[in-house]
């Protein structure tokens, strides 16, 4: 289990996602009990080998609050795709994808009293989930409407992305009705796949494909429904920013990759083809943005590191020791060189200082 305190330095601030530069990205929760999944239905081969191809542990990093390229996110889920001749994946996991699962944000969201005010939330918070996408909803003659926008709906793999958002909104809703509840019909944007099933028997309606967005629409009368589950937890917005990686930094190319390789950090491994195929990128045009902000890569990736030594020593719960292995140094003599050169002290003088 990670520890409680699993992001980086976060800063009460609302997201804002419009005139966005930087790649999108997504918190990793998005892939939660999907390791599970794949490794007990394929095999933990199967699952190595889409780790492979994300070029990124997912299995080690999806209790952290942390955030992963779309594209990492697409790779891996194709990838598993591939391996196990499952062409319909995407809707094989809509039953596993229960809103639950993205804890704080489940929980600002859920603690709504009605449907409409959650998705109000939904659609007020989205930022601090998705980076680049972006959640509306609306009503007219009786029906309401809730549309999810996606930054990577152009990609060809797509698809299974785009069953697994339908599953995730209709998840919501179930919280509000019943598990047993149907919408009035399914949007889908993408073209309906060749040799598919019967969709309509798996949602139990209309599925309408080549839509604008992803689309959920039923009786906007279901919106007043009240929530079923009594006495949950308060969380605030305010709750949720601090929980989650500051959403001002991951708008521009430099903050993607800080966040990326936070993400790297608590995975194990870090290097710069992993965090230039992410971003879709090559590695030079990588190494040259870094150079004109005045970094190099190896002189982030250490600022971050030192930066996470830092987090975990004020912390407590770890020797030195402890933390140079888990930041992937070869012994505590690098470690400490690394930290003394970031920070003016070693870490034993750190901790010292904080006592």
């Not at 909104?169 to 073209?191: A, C, G, H, M, R």
């Not at 430099?254 to 090559?282: E, H, N, P, W």
């Amino acid at each position: 289990m990670p520890p409680a305190n699993t992001h980086f330095a976060p800063v009460a601030e609302q997201p804002n996602c419009k005139n966005r530069v930087g790649p999108g990205l997504i918190c990793v929760e998005v892939l939660s009990g999907i390791p599970q999944f794949v490794a007990e239905n394929f095999g933990s081969r199967v699952l190595q080998r889409a780790n492979q191809a994300a070029r990124l542990e997912i299995d080690r990093i999806e209790g952290y609050d942390c955030f992963i390229p779309h594209r990492t996110l697409t790779v891996f889920i194709d990838s598993v795709a591939r391996q196990a001749g499952e062409h319909h994946l995407g809707l094989r996991l809509v039953p596993y994808l229960s809103f639950d699962r993205y804890r704080i944000w489940a929980g600002y969201v859920l603690g709504a009293q009605t449907l409409h005010e959650a998705l109000e939330r939904t659609k007020r918070s989205v930022g601090y989930h998705s980076f680049g996408d972006r959640l509306d909803f609306s009503i007219s003659n009786g029906s309401a409407r809730v549309c999810y926008f996606s930054t990577n709906a152009t990609d060809s793999r797509y698809q299974h992305e785009g069953f697994g958002t339908a599953g995730v909104i209709l998840s919501i809703v179930k919280k509000y009705i019943s598990d047993d509840w149907v919408p009035t019909q399914i949007e889908l944007n993408f073209p309906k796949p060749a040799n598919s099933p019967v969709y309509e028997d798996i949602f139990g309606c209309p599925v309408l494909f080549d839509r604008p967005v992803v689309g959920v629409v039923f009786p906007s009368a279901n919106l007043t429904a009240k929530r079923r589950t009594p006495n949950l937890p308060p969380v605030t917005i305010e709750d949720l920013s601090r929980e989650r990686l500051e959403p001002c930094t991951r708008d521009s190319l430099m903050g993607a990759v800080k966040c990326y390789l936070r993400t790297q950090i608590l995975s194990g491994r870090v290097d710069l083809d992993r965090t230039a195929f992410a971003l879709d990128i090559s590695k030079r045009t990588l190494q040259r943005e870094l150079n004109r902000e005045g970094f190099s890569f190896r002189d982030l990736v250490t600022l971050t590191k030192c930066q996470r030594a830092s987090e975990l020593l004020r912390d407590g719960n770890m020797r030195i020791g402890q933390v140079s292995s888990l930041l992937g140094y070869s012994s505590s003599a690098h470690f400490a060189r690394a930290f003394r050169k970031h920070s003016g002290m070693t870490p034993a003088e750190y901790s010292i200082s904080l006592t």
